[in-house]
């Protein structure tokens, strides 16, 4: 089946310090990727959307200065969390549709976990 | 916008017996989909059933069962001969028709006990 791959899988990185996640899909083109937020024992949290070569579209609340959102190519979308604080360590996981997918074909990374000290 | 509701925080069954997780929904849509994830410790997302809005028949995989009451927005799901391994988070999810993002309620807490 379709793979998406999130790489790093664990990172632990010092306040004030930036960190990118990337997220790629392995055997098929993305046109769109999704960036979802998850803490613990709670429900993941769409951050944004991530086109193909426009900007992303966020959700209420979530600071795009702060998740800078790249989709660059049609397999790979990053995730930057900058100047990033204790507050920012959770759960972050992409999924990805299939360029050309009706629409509920939806794939998920193993996600990422993000630890701020 | 889209809300989804999962009632039961935590559930807990013994194995090979039956087990239903229910979910609500509320939308003002009429072409959508809906879905329920697994989740396990490892917290890989894993797609347990998937219905689409428009079909009427219940989708059913293996030992997965869905009650989908379109009219009253409810998305149950049924798991059959519970199994050790089934014991995870469940997630019930929504997505409009379109290409648009999956909208997860808070999810279930699934344990199967010996």
């Known amino acids: 089946g379709a793979v998406v791959s999130q790489h790093p899988s664990r990172v632990i990185c010092k306040s004030g310090t930036s960190v990118k996640i990337e997220c790629r899909s392995l055997?098929?083109?993305?046109?769109?990727m999704f960036w979802y937020r998850q803490f613990p024992k709670q429900s993941l949290m769409l951050m944004a959307t991530?086109?193909?070569?426009?900007?992303?579209?966020?959700e209420q609340g979530v600071e795009k200065d702060k998740f800078l959102i790249n989709h660059a190519s049609l397999t790979l979308s990053t995730l930057t969390v900058t100047s990033a604080h204790p507050e920012d360590s959770s759960f972050y996981i992409c999924s990805a549709r299939p360029h050309g997918n009706s629409g509920n074909t939806i794939y998920f990374g193993e996600g990422s976990w993000l630890t701020v000290v | 916008a889209q809300t989804v509701t999962q009632s039961q925080p935590e559930m807990s069954v013994q194995e090979a017996e039956t087990v239903t997780l229910s979910c609500t929904y509320d939308?003002?849509?009429?072409?959508?989909?809906l879905f329920w994830y697994k989740q396990p410790p490892s917290r890989q997302m894993i797609l347990v059933i998937r219905?689409?809005?428009?079909?009427?028949q219940n989708a059913t995989e293996n030992r997965f069962s869905v009650n989908f009451q379109k009219a009253a927005k409810s998305f149950s799901l049924k798991i059959s001969d519970s199994q050790l391994g089934d014991t995870a988070m469940y997630f019930c999810a929504f997505m409009k028709q379109g290409g648009y993002a999956l909208n997860f309620g808070k999810g279930t807490s699934l344990l199967v006990t010996p």
């Open positions: 055997d098929f083109q993305a046109t769109t």
């Open positions: 991530s086109n193909e070569g426009s900007k992303a579209t966020y």
């Open positions: 939308t003002s849509e009429n072409n959508y989909y």
């Open positions: 219905q689409e809005a428009y079909k009427q």
